[in-house]
């Protein structure tokens, strides 16, 4: 089923992408096309953590989110949806709102890559600072709300952010910790303005988010990373 990706690649090279193990917390707009690209392209070791149910608000951008669902676990969701894409596939689920208290417990360290797709602040900036305190790879998704167009985003470290107002937020929070270490998914593009201020969103930027953070993942394999 990956002979196309393979015909790219080579067998040994995909054989490294087959043996990666990586965690991915949160399933919502990002998280989710994070963990479909991971599968179809061919990782077969894949811890997911969520403890949300889908909701007719994530309708507009969730890859789950079918009025089918509405009111189904997302990890259980995710599961199903990888092992009919790969049923020889090895998916573990953590079905919890992860807390602060909670990161040193899911060894980080047993995983190649950490992605954060998360909407916790303070969750995302103490795994952040656990991840370089203990050498964790992670990459972090900031905000995606309020954006529209997907070719704004991109993969940087923290302090070359900008138009974010959740990695400015986050910046701050880890203020005396080098912002260069930390590999983050951003948006370049100025928020729209709302009138009644809520966290709008459409599909293209959460899902172009969440490709291009397993694109940076696979490429990291691949040795075509910069950062």
Do not use: W
């Not at 193990?21 to 963990?35: A, E, N």
């Not at 309708?59 to 599961?79: D, H, P, W, Y």
């Not at 964790?136 to 974010?164: F, H, Q, R």
């Not at 969103?201 to 959460?206: A, D, L, N, R």
């Amino acid at each position: 089923m990956f002979d196309r990706i393979i015909s790219m690649i080579g067998e040994s090279t995909f054989e490294k992408i087959k043996n990666l193990r990586v965690l991915l917390i949160g399933l919502g707009g990002v998280g989710g096309y994070v963990c479909e690209s991971l599968v179809r392209s061919g990782v077969n070791h894949i811890t997911i953590i969520d403890y949300d149910r889908v909701d007719i608000t994530n309708m507009n951008r969730q890859i789950i989110a079918l009025t089918s669902t509405i009111g189904m676990k997302k990890t259980e969701l995710i599961k199903k949806r990888c092992l009919d894409i790969n049923p020889n596939i090895d998916i573990t689920v953590v079905d919890k709102k992860i807390m602060p208290n909670d990161i040193e417990s899911l060894s980080l360290k047993n995983y190649d890559f950490v992605v954060d797709a998360i909407d916790d602040v303070d969750v995302k900036v103490f795994l952040i600072k656990y991840s370089i305190e203990n050498d964790v790879k992670l990459i972090s998704s900031m905000g995606t709300a309020k954006k529209i167009n997907p070719e704004k985003l991109c993969i940087c470290s923290l302090d070359k952010t900008s138009y974010d107002p959740l990695a400015k937020k986050i910046r701050y929070l880890l203020r005396g910790i080098n912002t260069k270490k930390v590999i983050v998914l951003s948006s370049r593009e100025e928020a729209l303005k709302s009138d009644n201020g809520e966290l709008g969103s459409m599909i293209f930027v959460p899902a172009s988010a969440g490709i291009l953070i397993a694109n940076y993942i696979i490429k990291s394999v691949i040795k075509q990373n910069t950062l």
